[in-house]
């Protein structure tokens, strides 16, 4: 298997479990109707991210290049976002048909949209916060291209030799 693939297999999973989690939290205490509480989503996302990145860079560094880290970043936002469209759409058209009522009536004023438009939209931001995340990221874990940049970073006095 493709190695940015495992990586982003593993941790994608673990994002879609984080946020399962949440969601049954809230729903546990009633709060899943509230909006703004999917914000914390974007917390899993990027943890499970930041997490996946690294780990790939910390067990391929001879190898890792800005494409490897960049694709794996992408992968495992992705996977955790299908992952979780497919629990969100089994909840909405299956477990609690109101439920996408509920949210859609403090949006539109037109409640029979419908529950796919909700899929859309958790799709849109998904796929948007992981490209945005991982941009973010990969300036963190991105190896350097200049020359004697880092060489005061590391220790190495030799510039105050001079």
């Known amino acids: 298997m493709n190695r940015s693939l495992s990586v982003a297999l593993k941790y994608g999973l673990f994002i879609t479990a984080s946020l399962i989690a949440y969601f049954l939290i809230l729903r546990l205490f009633d709060l899943h109707n509230n909006a703004w509480l999917r914000m914390a989503n974007g917390i899993f996302m990027a943890a499970g991210i930041y997490f996946a990145i690294k780990y790939y860079k910390f067990k391929y560094n001879a190898d890792f290049t800005y494409v490897d880290g960049f694709k794996t970043g992408l992968l495992t936002g992705f996977i955790a976002t299908g992952f979780f469209i497919v629990f969100m759409a089994i909840y909405m058209f299956h477990l609690d048909t109101e439920f996408p009522k509920t949210i859609l009536k403090t949006w539109f004023d037109d409640t029979n949209q419908g529950a796919g438009i909700l899929i859309i939209i958790i799709l849109m931001e998904g796929l948007a916060s ?15 291209q200049h020359v004697g940049q880092q060489e005061h970073l590391m220790g190495d006095d030799k510039s105050k030799i001079k």
Request: aromatic share 14%.
């Open 130 to 144: 992981t490209a945005i995340l991982t941009l973010m990221f990969m300036q963190i874990f991105k190896k350097s």
